[in-house]
């Protein structure tokens, strides 16, 4: 049976989780706050992930442009329990990834740019 695009994003994350040990769940979203390919751990929501998601990228577009700081590359949110990372994945999409409290934020950050590139190929 031959692979769906979604097969070949799931595919991606997991590449991604495989090459950063410090990442713990990823997803890739639509700007509209829908699931497009995930590779989340149990107990974590795909809706709630996806809408928080597309959220904090349009907040953060709208930020970036009223603050002068130009187009928006990422966006992250550092709690006790670790990271929350979004980088925009062309003009339909945003990478999400929870990362750990002690992740190498440089490494995360670099694997995250690199999956970008595919994945917006992946996306169309």
């Known amino acids: 049976m031959e692979k769906t695009r979604t097969d070949h994003m799931v595919d991606r994350l997991r590449d991604l989780q495989g090459?950063?040990?410090?990442?713990?769940?990823?997803?890739?979203?639509s700007v509209d706050g829908l699931i497009m390919a995930s590779?989340?751990?149990?107990?974590?929501?795909?809706?709630?992930?996806?809408?928080?998601?597309?959220?904090?990228?349009?907040?953060?577009?709208?930020?970036?442009?009223e603050l002068g700081r130009g187009m928006l590359d990422e966006v992250y949110v550092h709690g006790e329990g670790g990271y929350v990372l979004l980088?925009?994945?062309?003009?339909?999409?945003?990478?999400?990834?929870?990362?750990?409290?002690?992740?190498?934020l440089g490494l995360v950050l670099l694997e995250m740019r690199?999956?970008?590139?595919?994945?917006?190929?992946?996306?169309?």
């Open 19 to 29: 090459r950063t040990p410090d990442i713990e769940a990823s997803a890739i979203v």
């Open 39 to 65: 590779s989340l751990p149990s107990g974590v929501e795909e809706d709630r992930v996806s809408a928080m998601s597309a959220a904090m990228l349009s907040l953060g577009e709208r930020i970036a442009t």
């Open 114 to 124: 690199r999956a970008v590139g595919d994945l917006e190929r992946l996306v169309g």
């Open 87 to 104: 980088m925009s994945s062309g003009q339909e999409a945003v990478l999400t990834v929870l990362a750990r409290q002690k992740a190498k």
